[in-house]
């Protein structure tokens, strides 16, 4: 919501829609940060135990912890860009680097600690993982070292830094979107896909040689020097090729995953299904508009930039996670339910009921329309109002399907207690 109305802000201001405009940056930062990183740590607390039998170090003080400080920094970081004052970018180098080193520290520790008891057949999932932690770290270094200097924290001398200090932040989207992101819904897809979609398993070749190879191709792109080039007309071949290669990987994935989607065994299409069909749709957009960049650097430009950030952050990360929401929310909720009733009470919902497939839809028809206008205005920026308009009655509507999902739980509950308290001592024992 708040990314919707700084887009809206921005459009009414008329400054340019361009990557480096202060208000583009901070809407960036609230979808990458905000939304992505506050789900997609969430989810990989949840995840790990029930698919790999690893637990994070310390869940419930970890989790309160990291999702205080991560918030609060999202906060400090985009005031810093809109305002331009050091000591928000200061006040989030701290937050962030508290909430992304206490993460990493208990998903590590957990890994160590829990290595000899994983599930069998998790080992593709933990290699994808490793990796996009990783990933992770190397971002969030990036990112804090960049922020330090906006706040005056550090510096890098009188002296001129060169091309290497104006490629970071092409480095820190690349190991961002391309590593962390890209990689770990690379490695959650492997169980959620099959098991929630009722589709095929993915084939182990994909399995074993995918995030490997998409890591690889990142090192070797940050090693030979690519992110240092103030554009792309001056990049060598090798470089050129491996950028491609890139987003071959994630053009295989997307569209190998989109026919897992297609060929399921379920008939009907739940609304889970659509965000993931619109975010495999945005992903293999996405590495076309790679390859395009590949193998014709001239056509690079502001537009193919913007086109290319909006189909990677909002129409394939966000759909993705937007669509998992619908699919962990209801079952979490039904299951803690289920855990406060000794027995079976015919009022509890099942899980379908907390979120019904209508109000989900409505909320995927305004997804797809912030979408297409967003994608649009990158060509056309006379279309960001419309487009920052229909964010916010998406972020509008998950936010009320999700708050009365929450309703229903508490109101449940409430009457489980109320069923309890009205039997007799010995009916209340499992």
């Not at 470089?239 to 399921?264: D, I």
């Not at 619109?278 to 690079?300: D, H, K």
């Not at 972020?395 to 708050?403: K, Q």
């Amino acid at each position: 919501m708040l990314a919707a109305l700084t887009l809206g802000w921005q459009a009414w201001s008329g400054t340019p829609y361009i990557r480096w405009n202060p208000a583009i940056l901070a809407v960036a930062h609230f979808l990458t940060l905000g939304v992505l990183a506050s789900a997609m740590l969430g989810a990989m607390m949840q995840i790990l135990p029930v698919a790999t039998h690893i637990h994070v170090l310390r869940p419930r003080i970890t989790s309160a912890v990291v999702h205080a400080c991560l918030t609060l920094g999202t906060l400090s970081l985009a005031i810093g860009f809109i305002s331009v004052k050091a000591v928000f970018h200061t006040a989030a180098v701290v937050l962030l680097a508290a909430a992304f080193l206490l993460f990493l520290a208990a998903v590590a520790g957990g890994l160590w600690r829990d290595r000899r008891q994983r599930s069998p057949g998790s080992a593709e999932i933990l290699v994808a993982v490793r990796l996009a932690l990783a990933a992770l770290a190397t971002t969030i270094a990036l990112g804090l070292f960049m922020a330090g200097l906006r706040g005056g924290v550090w510096s890098v001398g009188a002296t001129p830094a060169g091309a290497w200090l104006h490629g970071l932040p092409d480095l820190h989207v690349l190991w961002g979107l391309a590593g962390w992101v890209g990689l770990l819904v690379i490695g959650i897809s492997y169980q959620v896909i099959p098991i929630f979609q009722a589709t095929e398993i993915y084939p182990k070749r994909i399995t074993d040689i995918l995030a490997p190879l998409v890591f690889l191709l990142l090192v070797v792109l940050t090693l030979s020097g690519a992110w240092q080039l103030s554009n792309s007309h001056a990049a060598t071949l090798p470089q050129r090729l491996a950028g491609a290669a890139l987003a071959l990987c994630y053009l295989v994935y997307g569209l190998f995953t989109a026919w897992l989607l297609l060929t399921r065994k379920r008939p009907s299409p739940e609304p889970t299904t659509w965000f993931w069909h619109a975010a495999m749709a945005s992903l293999v957009l996405a590495a076309l508009v790679g390859l395009t960049r590949s193998g014709w650097p001239a056509l690079a430009g502001h537009t193919q930039e913007m086109l290319l950030g909006t189909l990677l952050i909002p129409g394939f990360a966000v759909s993705a996670v937007n669509g998992m929401l619908y699919k962990i929310v209801p079952f979490l909720l039904w299951h803690n339910a289920q855990r406060r009733a000794p027995m079976a009470l015919p009022f509890i919902p099942k899980v379908r009921q907390f979120i019904s497939e209508p109000d989900a839809m409505r909320q995927f028809a305004a997804h797809l329309c912030a979408l297409a206008l967003l994608a649009a205005a990158c060509f056309m920026p006379v279309l960001l109002l419309p487009a920052a308009l229909a964010l916010a009655a998406s972020a509008g509507l998950l936010a009320w399907n999700i708050l009365r999902a929450l309703m229903l739980y508490t109101r449940t509950c409430r009457r489980i207690q109320e069923t309890l308290a009205a039997l007799p001592e010995q009916a209340r024992q499992p």
